[in-house]
């Protein structure tokens, strides 16, 4: 299972990845993913996802890439997760690991407070399991909440899929929400690390392609749906 990026041009999902939309909802002080509509493709072994923000027929490509000039030039850093961490936040029990890769999801955000002073404050169970759900259920794997005893990622292993955010609160739509061992391969044949999770841009804006960086929400990208 892989995802292939075009050269100004889409990725190409193939290995029968499932597909599906959800929709980032605020419940009190924190969010949840609320199922959205049935998008599964015609041909599910093998479609075409947007990466340029002009499709007509999102989060499908319809070759506006073409039309729209769109520079979809690669600028992430390719150094593994662990190579890059921007910060590691220590707690009793676990620590956590942030690449400072942000897709404004604000998953890291609970009721009782934010993740990384949750992680803080681990020695009290509650605290340590809200601050466990707000690191798995980031949509970038910005954030990894690591065991201080046999140094394991504290979540679970995804199966593969691709889910399709959007951002109603926020009105627009989010990016593409890569869960599980899917490989993502760049437009030179390069191949990324493998994560459980990562947040690729769809608007075709954000500074750090092929990753989402948050600029949907600045440049108002919705897909029409």
Not at 40 to 60: M, V
Not at 69 to 77: P, W, Y
Not at 137 to 146: D, F, I, K, Y
Not at 158 to 186: H, M, N
């Amino acid at each position: 299972m892989n995802i292939d990026i075009k050269k100004n041009g889409p990725y190409v999902v193939r290995g029968g990845i499932p597909i599906s939309e959800a929709i980032i909802t605020p419940v009190r002080h924190q969010y949840e993913y609320v199922d959205g509509e049935d998008i599964t493709p015609a041909n599910s072994e093998e479609y075409y996802l947007c990466r340029c923000g002009h499709s007509k027929n999102a989060p499908f490509c319809d070759g506006a890439h073409a039309k729209s000039g769109f520079d979809g030039t690669e600028t992430a850093s390719t150094v593994p997760y662990r190579e890059r961490l921007t910060d590691v936040v220590e707690g009793t029990t676990m620590e956590l690991q942030d690449d400072g890769r942000c897709a404004f999801a604000r998953f890291c955000h609970r009721d009782a407070g934010d993740v990384w002073t949750l992680t803080r404050q681990d020695a009290d169970e509650f605290c340590r399991e809200e601050a466990l759900i707000a690191a798995s259920e980031c949509p970038a794997g910005r954030l990894v909440a690591v065991s201080k005893d046999d140094g394991q990622d504290l979540e679970e292993e995804f199966s593969p899929e691709v889910v399709v955010l959007q951002d109603p609160q926020k009105d627009v739509s989010a990016g593409l929400a890569v869960r599980g061992p899917v490989q993502l391969v760049s437009a030179d044949g390069e191949e990324y690390e493998v994560r459980n999770r990562v947040a690729l841009c769809r608007c075709g804006q954000s500074s750090n392609k092929p990753y989402c960086d948050a600029s949907h929400v600045s440049a108002g990208y919705t897909d029409g749906r």
